[in-house]
């Protein structure tokens, strides 16, 4: 069973930064894509970036040019860095690993996603 986990997230300033990342309890990161999604009440969970194990890389149009995935595969760890952070990014963000990459697009792994963690930007 490949346990996935988050961490890093917390409360922060609009305009501030945080840093989240992703840590699989096997090398699944290292030969495969992952995403990075969030997700608020009453809301279906969003697609927020995604790296293949090629280093492609790929982001939702809200987050382009603020938000940054990468992966340190040595570590088996995957991070996003979120800059310039706003309020309408206040959710719960997940790190789903081992899912599918066609063209920029990642298609979740059914099973493989982290318990999540909150990100709070107050205004």
């Known amino acids: 069973q490949v346990r996935v986990v988050e961490s890093g997230g917390g409360l922060v300033q609009t305009g501030g930064s945080l840093r989240l990342s992703c840590g699989s309890s096997a090398r699944i990161l290292t030969r495969n894509a992952m995403a990075w999604f969030r997700q608020i009440p009453g809301k279906e969970r969003e697609f927020v970036a995604g790296?293949?194990?090629?280093?492609?890389?790929s982001y939702a149009d809200s987050v382009k040019g603020r938000f940054t995935v990468s992966r340190l595969d040595a570590q088996n760890t995957a991070s996003l860095q979120m800059e310039s952070l706003k309020p309408e990014d206040t959710a719960v963000y997940y790190c789903?690993?081992?899912?599918?990459?066609?063209?920029?697009?990642?298609?979740?792994?059914?099973?493989?996603w982290g318990q999540g963690t909150q990100v709070t930007v107050s205004s």
């Open positions: 789903n690993v081992g899912g599918s990459w066609s063209s920029g697009t990642y298609i979740p792994h059914r099973t493989f």
């Open positions: 790296i293949h194990f090629t280093g492609s890389t």
